[in-house]
């Protein structure tokens, strides 16, 4: 896991409300905790590539991060944003779904993989996309589901379009 992060207000998924919080970042320098606010110039290692901890492209200025909420402890991931290499923004990505599901509904799709009917799909309030998971012992298949409001699947082994999203493990 990343070492920076950032302290940011940012609308909270569930209840719409704003909550201030620490948003571990998954890119740039990652040798220490530190802070990063909103506005200051962000860390990156120079003469690296942005998968190895170097500044973002122009064209692609945002990077994966992971919240849990002080109020509640549910947690999220986020989405933010660099420009001119200083913190901008901090979102929720509503694309990537949490760690942990609010619900979870047993056998409701077959998986994708190995076509058995013991699975677990899991459902995040406030997003679209769920979590299929394979309980099948010589399987394990897990993969995001698109679903609608009611929780129906949709689009299965749903591949969610990361243009300009990069993600540094600074290996």
């Known amino acids: 896991?990343?070492?920076?992060?950032?302290?940011?207000?940012?609308?909270?998924?569930?209840?719409?409300?704003?909550?201030?919080?620490?948003?571990?970042l998954h890119f740039g320098l990652c040798a220490n905790f530190q802070k990063v606010r909103l506005g200051e110039q962000y860390p990156f290692m120079r003469?690296?590539?942005?998968?190895?901890?170097?500044?973002?492209?122009?064209?692609?200025p945002w990077g994966l991060g992971y919240v849990v909420c002080p109020a509640c402890e549910k947690d999220f991931h986020c989405?933010?944003?660099?420009?001119?290499?200083?913190?901008?923004?901090?979102?929720?990505?509503?694309?990537?779904?949490?760690?942990?599901?609010?619900?979870?509904l047993p056998g409701v799709i077959d998986c994708p993989g190995c076509g058995s009917h013991k699975t677990r799909f899991q459902i995040f309030d406030g997003y679209h996309v769920g979590r299929l998971l394979c309980d099948e012992s010589a399987c394990h298949h897990i993969c995001l589901v698109r679903h609608n409001d009611a929780g129906l699947p949709l689009e299965v082994d749903y591949h969610p379009q990361r243009v300009g999203i990069i993600a540094s493990t600074n290996t």
């Open 47 to 60: 003469g690296r590539r942005p998968q190895n901890g170097g500044p973002l492209p122009a064209e692609q």
């Open 79 to 104: 989405l933010a944003e660099i420009r001119d290499e200083k913190l901008t923004a901090v979102v929720p990505d509503l694309e990537n779904p949490p760690f942990m599901a609010d619900r979870e």
């Open 1 to 24: 896991m990343s070492r920076w992060f950032a302290h940011a207000v940012m609308p909270k998924l569930k209840r719409h409300a704003e909550i201030e919080a620490e948003v571990y």
